[in-house]
């Protein structure tokens, strides 16, 4: 069946690195676009990372220039390095496959910025 399986995240103090990762099974990962999205307590779920299949990747202006997202097909995984974090980017992370009309949601993991 089709799973998202999300790893990393946890504490991390103001200023601090996170990696973020989301392997991917029972599909043909290679062929979806890959998203990394949040949700704060309280607040909407905003997407913060896209990378297409051809690789071409987009953020919005919130964390652009401090998350980078990457993919390995090869693994059917895709990344989230997260830098210069702080407390506003505490949240529950979630990746997302989609293609078309057929979307996949990961687990989600909890990142907690604070010192």
């Known amino acids: 069946q089709v799973q998202l399986v999300q790893s990393g995240g946890g504490l991390v103090q103001p200023g601090g690195s996170l990696r973020l990762a989301c392997a991917g099974s029972g599909f043909t990962f290679s062929d979806y676009e890959m998203s990394w999205h949040r949700q704060a307590p309280g607040k909407d779920r905003e997407r913060v990372a896209t990378?297409?299949?051809?690789?071409?990747?987009e953020y919005p202006d919130s964390v652009k220039g401090r998350f980078t997202i990457s993919r390995d097909n090869a693994k059917n995984t895709v990344y989230l390095q997260l830098n210069s974090l702080t407390p506003e980017d505490t949240a529950v992370y979630y990746c997302?496959?989609?293609?078309?009309?057929?979307?996949?949601w990961g687990q989600g993991t909890q990142v907690t910025v604070s010192s």
């Open positions: 990378i297409t299949t051809l690789g071409r990747s």
């Open positions: 997302m496959a989609r293609r078309i009309r057929v979307v996949y």
